[in-house]
């Protein structure tokens, strides 16, 4: 199972942290994706992060101000967002993959999802 927090609304220009924490499993068999959503949008890739947390995968709209992260020893996965901007708004979802295709955004392996957080970002 797994468990988003830490979404709010703020100001552009903002910043907010999200947690996925995990459970139920064993979370290092998992990379690990972050999508969003957006009202009357289709799901998007947000950002990735493999096994061990060595490597980090970002898409464009979010390069340079996302930080994707995560904590073995907590089984917990973060997505630190900086610079927010109002297109940024959405409800965010984490979710696992044990193959590590959620890296290139594909969700065909994706075994588990969050329930998602909102993150509301006001111009």
Do not use: H
């Amino acid at each position: 199972q797994l468990a988003e927090s830490g979404g709010g609304s703020v100001q552009a220009g903002g910043s907010l942290r999200l947690s996925c924490a995990a459970s139920g499993g064993t979370f290092s068999r998992y990379c690990v994706g972050w999508f969003r959503q957006a009202p009357g949008k289709e799901r998007e890739f947000v950002a990735a992060v493999e096994w061990m947390g060595r490597a980090t995968y970002y898409a464009d709209s979010v390069k340079g101000r996302f930080t994707v992260s995560r904590d073995n020893a907590k089984n917990t996965a973060y997505l630190e967002m900086n610079s927010l901007e109002p297109q940024d708004t959405a409800v965010y979802f984490c979710a696992v993959d044990p193959s590590g295709s959620v890296v290139a955004g594909q969700t065909g392996n994706i075994e588990g999802w969050g329930q998602g957080t909102l993150v509301t970002v006001s111009s």
